[in-house]
């Protein structure tokens, strides 16, 4: 039973992260139909810089993040006006299937090249923003940060939902994301919706990165996995519904642990995605009723 | 229009065309192709002995495995847009079964090869009959995971050496002691990727080749005309395994030790940056991006270690200014000069084709399908539009024409939801001549059309097509049948020219096997019979030109072209004169009539003085029911018809209500 909840638990941390990263493809993909293959990356960014500016450059922690964060938020806001709009806009616009790939993915190997040169090659972590002795939960152990974790990715699934269902904003993202032409027809700026919300994904994935990284660590191309495993419950999602994608990054993260820990701890990434690499394949309805190229 | 008129007319845009699709002349098929793998073979050749055993020649050996899986990848993602990650996979399953079957079994490594091929074609079948099942973007993320999966979990497998891999694989060809084992593994690749690039090339190139594009742009238009679009898709999705295992199965046995790094996702997207790099849609395109990228890591000590800011920013660059990569950025170049070049000194508008003597090879390409093949060089070459089997039947069919309906439908029905679109339908539609079905908006009559195309599936009722009974037959089989359509809204591939468009529906290889178009391709005779087809409907003139700078009329035109040539028993054509002008109408109604001597054209249409006058037997459909049938007489009078018809066009029958 100890180990069951230990793993339960274990589980639902990872899956925090899954969750979230699953809500950043969710949202953007709403928005534009564009998948942000680099969120894991942004991930990165936030906990390696955090470390570099507080621990290597000696900032205060408060002043470290919020640089930190803002530079991220630039640096998403710059790569969506330069390469984003000329790929979505104008008469140049691209292939949806090719934008949907393979830009955001060459944005990870930039990503990962930059990081890889401005933060070395070691494994380093944020410090834990909320310190103190793990809490007890009916006997188990829960660390600190996979509290905050779980917490904020409720939260900021719940508050997504509740964006998209009761602002007018949030429905007028919807409808972007449904018809993209119609959606600027009606007189919604999509355009702008996009940038907001890359930007905003990219700020998201870097807090989160930085609440993470004192329990697993981070080096400078572990967003790549991280991505592909948020992409992967997202899609479970069928990238439709915020609560359903935190909920389905949850459910895999539990998945996992239990593979890890009643099957094979060697094999248990190998295990899961075959099972939802499977899924897919048997029943490619999962998926949902996905048009990228509307 | 005289023959003499078109030929002129026609000539520079033929003459061009060539450059783009070189299977026109049955020549030219083969040799194509095999120049192809043969230079680049021999180039490698050169390299391979200029570099003489150094580092770099380990490099380009390395690169020429790469090369193998890229040629797979060019005619899967880059010739039949079907974007599928499952390279990396099969090279690895290449790679380790040759290591595995060499180290452990001492089986040499070319028999490994040849196994882990054989199997590999296997297992893409069985991987591949589920995954393409799969709508593309499902495809994208599911096959996305595969190398993730298996170098996983050859990672931690302790048979398979783990992290390390298998070490002290033999080398492949272990020949002649005066050459260095490199050259020596370096010659038996270039062999195989000689072998891959013919194949590819050849298939790319073929009437199959022509079938694939259509595929990648619009699978509902691919099966409308008879293309089995699932078996084309996994047979890309065999070649391309295939080739990757060959080409981790080369890895394997010139580098002589195989690792899960080798061919994990990073691996993957190395493959990727390669084939999109050089440019996708062509073999060369994929050399070229393969060589640039495995320069860039393994070359240069500078550049490798900042390879990922490089790739990412490179990678970027060609997504968004070329995206038909480099190979088409220097095509784009070359084209350009040569226009600005020539503009001053010639004012004729002929435009000679690189390397041929312009006037000979458009001589010869007109003089193929506008004169009948007195060309004894172009064997197949048809000198009829019309197979003379397909010329029997029509005979046979019009002698016994009062016994097989061409069409008939027994209480068809089709409900959406709680809708019913089409109620209990029961037609039956004679050979030969014109047929139309009206009805207002909503009626049911495209629903009408998809059920007897095959694009829905009934909820009760009959089909039957030339006495063929076929609720239980696909889209494309029901195409085979002899049943060619039209839609309302034109669907023709924009990009390419009306030729190709036609063409692509006269392919007599829908039902072969990829692998017939290595061994003979039907492009020259689907080029041929595309363009009588053209002819007779009057667009010689326009073959050339892309659909998508035609008028509305001529790309219907086109649309006809390309039903025709099917050899179709029943033509059905949704709204042809939508959109028209009444001088095109006119046009369009005499063809119409014209083509009822030798099929069963079945038309939907609002325009009802057209209707009556060309359609000697005219179904009305209202809210999914048939409320009259009857000849053009009986349909000026009847009460149904002026109340229901005409009411809606014209005021005066209101006086009937």
Redesign the interface.
């Known amino acids: 039973m100890t180990t069951f909840g230990d793993l339960f638990l274990a589980g639902l941390s990872t899956g925090a992260i899954y969750a979230v990263f699953a809500l950043c493809f969710t949202m953007l993909f709403r928005t534009s139909a564009v998948l942000n293959l680099a969120v894991g990356d942004f991930a990165m960014l936030g906990a390696m810089g955090v470390d570099f500016l507080y621990r290597v450059e000696s900032w205060p922690l408060a002043v470290a993040i919020i640089f930190d964060l803002a530079m991220i938020g630039l640096f998403a806001f710059v790569y969506d006006l330069a390469?984003l709009r000329?790929?979505l806009e104008g008469s140049?616009a691209?292939?949806a299937?090719?934008v949907?790939?393979?830009?955001t993915?060459?944005?990870?190997?930039?990503?990962?090249?930059?990081a890889?040169?401005m933060f070395g090659t070691n494994v380093v972590s944020a410090p834990p923003l909320w310190n103190g002795p793990s809490l007890q939960f009916w006997g188990l152990d829960l660390q600190r940060p996979a509290v905050l974790l779980i917490g904020l990715a409720i939260l900021t699934g719940g508050g997504f939902a509740a964006y998209l269902r009761f602002s007018l904003n949030g429905k007028a993202m919807a409808a972007c994301g449904d018809n993209a032409l119609g959606a600027r027809i009606c007189g919604i700026r999509q355009p702008s919706f996009r940038r907001g919300m890359f930007v905003a994904m990219a700020i998201l994935a870097g807090v989160f990165g930085i609440v993470e990284s004192p329990m697993t660590g981070y080096v400078f191309n572990s967003g790549?996995?991280l991505s592909?495993l948020g992409?992967?419950s997202a899609?479970f999602a069928g990238f439709v519904k915020p609560v359903r994608a935190v909920a389905a990054g949850l459910l895999i993260g539990i998945a996992e642990a239990m593979l890890g820990g009643y099957v094979s701890s060697?094999?248990q990434?190998?295990l899961l995605?075959?099972v939802?690499?499977a899924a897919?394949?048997?029943r490619?309805q999962i998926?949902g009723n996905?048009n990228?190229a509307n | 229009m005289s023959t003499v008129e078109t030929t002129t007319r026609t000539t520079p845009r033929l003459t061009d065309a060539l450059t783009r699709v070189p299977g026109f002349r049955q020549r030219g098929q083969l040799t194509r192709p095999a120049l192809l793998a043969v230079v680049v073979t021999g180039l490698g050749l050169a390299v391979l002995i200029t570099l003489n055993g150094n580092y770099n020649d380990s490099i380009f050996v390395l690169g020429l495995c790469y090369a193998i899986t890229v040629m797979g990848m060019v005619v899967q993602i880059g010739h039949t847009n079907q974007l599928a990650f499952h390279q990396a996979f099969f090279m690895l399953v290449g790679g380790y079964t040759v290591g595995v079957l060499n180290t452990k079994y001492n089986v040499p490594i070319v028999l490994a090869i040849l196994t882990v091929v054989a199997a590999s074609a296997f297992l893409g079948t069985l991987i591949g009959s589920v995954a393409t099942r799969v709508p593309g973007f499902g495809l994208a993320l599911a096959t996305l995971f595969f190398s993730v999966i298996a170098s996983g979990y050859v990672g931690y497998s302790s048979y398979l050496g783990q992290a390390t891999g298998i070490n002290g694989i033999g080398n492949i060809w272990s020949g002649p002691t005066y050459v260095t084992s490199l050259e020596r593994s370096g010659a038996v690749a270039l062999a195989l990727l000689g072998i891959g690039i013919f194949v590819c090339s050849r298939i790319m190139h073929s009437g199959i080749g022509l079938e694939l594009s259509l595929v990648g742009e619009n699978e509902r238009m691919a099966a409308s005309l008879g293309i089995n679009t699932r078996r084309r898709k996994l047979e890309v999705f065999v070649l391309s395994a295939m080739l990757a295992a060959l080409g981790g199965g080369v890895f394997a046995g010139t580098q002589t030790l195989v690792s899960p790094g080798n061919f994990d996702q990073t691996a993957e997207l190395s493959l990727l940056i390669m084939l999109f790099l050089g440019g996708r849609q062509a073999i060369v395109g994929g050399l070229i991006g393969t060589g640039l990228v495995e320069y860039l890591q393994e070359g240069n000590t500078f550049i490798s270690s900042h390879i990922l800011i490089i790739e990412g920013v490179l990678f970027t660059l060609i997504l968004l200014y070329a995206p038909e990569g480099l190979l088409g950025v220097v095509l784009r170049v070359y084209r350009n000069v040569r226009r600005l070049s020539r503009k001053p000194k010639q004012a004729a508008p002929v435009a000679p084709a690189v390397g041929v003597p312009s006037d000979a090879l458009a001589a010869e390409v007109v003089a193929a399908p506008v004169a009948s093949a007195g060309n004894a060089t172009a064997a197949p070459v048809t000198t009829r539009p019309v197979p003379p089997e397909a010329v029997s039947t029509s005979l046979r069919q019009s002698e016994s024409s009062a016994q097989v309906l061409a069409l008939e439908c027994q209480g068809v029905t089709k409900r959406f939801g709680g809708v019913v679109a089409v109620d209990d339908v029961s037609i039956k539609v004679a050979p030969l001549g014109v047929h139309a079905l009206c009805g207002p908006n909503g009626a049911g009559k495209s629903t009408l059309f998809e059920l007897i195309c095959g694009g829905l599936e009934g909820d009760a009722g009959d089909m039957f097509i030339e006495g063929h009974h076929v609720n239980k037959i696909p889209a494309y089989q029901r195409a085979q049948l002899g049943v060619a359509r039209t839609l309302q809204a034109v669907r023709l591939m924009n990009s390419r020219s009306a030729l190709d468009n036609v063409a692509v529906a006269a392919v007599p290889s829908h039902r072969t096997f990829l692998t017939h178009a290595i061994v003979r391709s039907d492009l020259a005779v689907a080029y041929d019979r595309a363009w009588e087809a053209l002819e007779e409907l009057g667009l010689g003139a326009v073959a050339q030109q892309r659909v998508g700078d035609l008028t509305l009329e001529s790309q219907r035109m086109v649309e006809l072209a390309r039903a025709m040539v099917t050899n179709p028993k029943i033509l059905l054509l949704d709204e042809p004169a939508s959109g028209l002008s009444s001088e095109q109408r006119a046009r369009l109604a005499a063809k119409l009539v014209k083509l009822g001597e030798t099929v069963t054209v079945f038309l939907v249409e609002h325009d009802l003085q057209m209707v009556m006058d060309i359609a000697e037997e005219i179904f009305v459909l209202l809210d999914g029911r048939v409320v009259f049938t009857g000849n053009s007489e009986e349909f000026r009078t009847s009460s149904i018809v002026r109340q229901e018809l005409m009411g809606l066009l014209a005021n005066d029958a209101l006086e009937t209500i």
């Open positions: 390469v000329t790929a140049r691209r292939e299937i090719l949907l790939f393979f830009f993915f060459s944005l990870s190997l930039f990503i990962e090249g930059l890889q040169h790549g996995s592909l992409l992967i899609a060697q094999y990434d190998t995605f075959t939802l690499v897919i394949l048997i490619p998926l996905l990228p």
